[in-house]
């Protein structure tokens, strides 16, 4: 039986719904756990900043909040890598300096703790300013501020630790993990086999976040956890094609089916969704079904791009919901699935346009060299004639075509032989 209730509230991610509230809650690490709750009681204003280090998924991120809410310190958090510049994370860490006081004489918070999470994430020149920058701050530091990263192995983060009191972080361990899988189960009410708990944990590589991940998978895709239900996690089973993807969307009445399609799908989700709708005015017949599926397409849409910009994963839930159960749900009448097109036409178009438009740039380029005349003026007024005398006089368009130094390419684009493929 399936009601919306029970479906909406399958929709909520695990990992998210088990997030640590309390230290207590995150699991292993005892030592790292440690050396940061006792920098944090002796932090004074001149201490050395915290890094802590290590690979994704075992919860630095987590731990960092809850370390927060239990000496009662007000977070501020910032994505190291969405922040270009040296003066936005000065004003961030300036503003919070200024509020600590505020805050401690009206609310009693004893102060705040500034998070740089994923500094790793920070790459490239673009990016330099914000490492600096972030090395200025830690070492002018009037706050407690915390760092993260995944791998600091790189020359590029050597001042950056020099800065800080550096914290390794290791893999969990599988029984452990296997201990939080079993209480999840039971808080869930899910069945399981002790053995395929056990078998998650392992193949976890110590990553506690995927192992939760896949203990949702797998539940909701067999309704319990057996030896047998985790064995078809082989990464290999899991990834079906787009034609499968989409006829199962379109075609399935098994709604728990239908959620999961995305999870086992080979694509990211816009060219999933952009296949979704290249392929839906061919597939739903009946006008009222196809408004309603892409009303829910555009909702998904809508949340796909929050979700980018803002970097809020758990948006990604709607973005699941409305794509497949929405679009799926959106028809009432019968449906026998015919051919799909793929890959999406608006990838093709801007494959093309990208094509036509890196074509057209070396072409103007090269008649403005001979011609001084800019990019514009080249495509206006010279490419259009260039077009004529290539289309018909292959020994004239010889000649220009070596005046003007055109690879066989951009010769081939011009007399439209190329050009079926390039552009339409
Ligand atoms: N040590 C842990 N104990 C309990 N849950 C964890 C642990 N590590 C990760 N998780 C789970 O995985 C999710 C992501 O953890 P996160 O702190 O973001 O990892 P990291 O920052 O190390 O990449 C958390 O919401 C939590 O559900
Ligand atoms: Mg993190």
């Not at 050396?35 to 004074?44: A, E, F, G, H, V």
């Not at 239990?70 to 890598?81: G, H, K, R």
Request: some cysteine.
């Amino acid at each position: 039986m399936t009601t919306v209730n029970s479906l909406s509230q399958q929709a909520v991610m695990w990992v998210e719904k088990y997030r640590p509230q309390t230290l207590d809650e995150v699991i292993g690490n005892e030592e790292a756990k440690a050396m940061l709750i006792s920098w944090l009681k002796n932090w004074k204003p001149g201490s050395k900043p915290a890094l802590l280090y290590g690979p994704p998924g075992i919860g630095k991120t987590t731990l960092v909040h809850a370390l927060a809410k239990t000496f009662s310190y007000d977070l501020i958090e910032t994505n190291a890598s969405d922040i270009r510049t040296a003066e936005k994370i000065l004003h961030v860490a300036g503003h919070a300096a200024f509020e600590d006081s505020l805050l401690q004489h009206f609310l009693g918070f004893k102060g705040t703790i500034i998070l740089f999470d994923e500094v790793d994430g920070i790459h490239g020149r673009e990016d330099a300013g914000g490492l600096e920058a972030i090395i200025k701050i830690i070492t002018q530091a009037k706050v407690p501020i915390i760092l993260t990263a995944n791998d600091v192995s790189d020359p590029k983060f050597r001042e950056l630790k020099n800065q800080c009191l550096s914290i390794q972080f290791f893999r969990v361990r599988p029984p452990l993990i296997m201990a939080l899988l079993e209480r999840i189960c039971e808080m869930e009410n899910v069945k399981y086999e002790k053995e395929a708990l056990k078998i998650l944990a392992k193949v976890s590589g110590g990553d506690v976040r995927s192992a939760i991940n896949d203990l949702q998978a797998i539940y909701e895709r067999s309704g319990k956890i057996t030896i047998e239900d985790v064995k078809v996690l082989s990464p290999r089973d899991r990834e079906i094609t787009i034609q499968k993807a989409l006829e199962e969307l379109f075609l399935s009445d098994d709604i728990e089916r239908v959620k999961r399609i995305l999870n086992e799908v080979n694509v990211d989700y816009e060219i999933f969704l952009q296949a979704i709708h290249d392929n839906l005015p061919y597939q739903y017949k009946n006008l009222e079904d196809l408004a309603s599926a892409y009303d829910k397409l555009s909702m998904a849409d809508i949340f796909l791009g929050r979700m980018k910009r803002t970097q809020n994963w758990s948006l990604l839930k709607y973005v699941i919901e409305e794509m497949s159960m929405g679009v799926n749900l959106s028809r009432k009448g019968k449906y026998t699935p015919i051919g799909f097109k793929f890959p999406p036409s608006k990838l093709i178009l801007m494959a093309r346009t990208k094509l036509t438009r890196e074509v057209l740039d070396k072409i103007s380029s090269l008649i403005g060299k001979q011609c001084h005349v800019s990019r514009q003026r080249a495509i206006r007024d010279f490419i259009p004639f260039l077009r004529v005398i290539f289309e018909n006089n292959p020994a004239e368009a010889k000649k220009f075509a070596s005046w003007f130094n055109f690879t066989e390419d951009l010769s081939s684009y011009l007399s439209g032989k190329s050009r079926g493929f390039i552009k339409k």
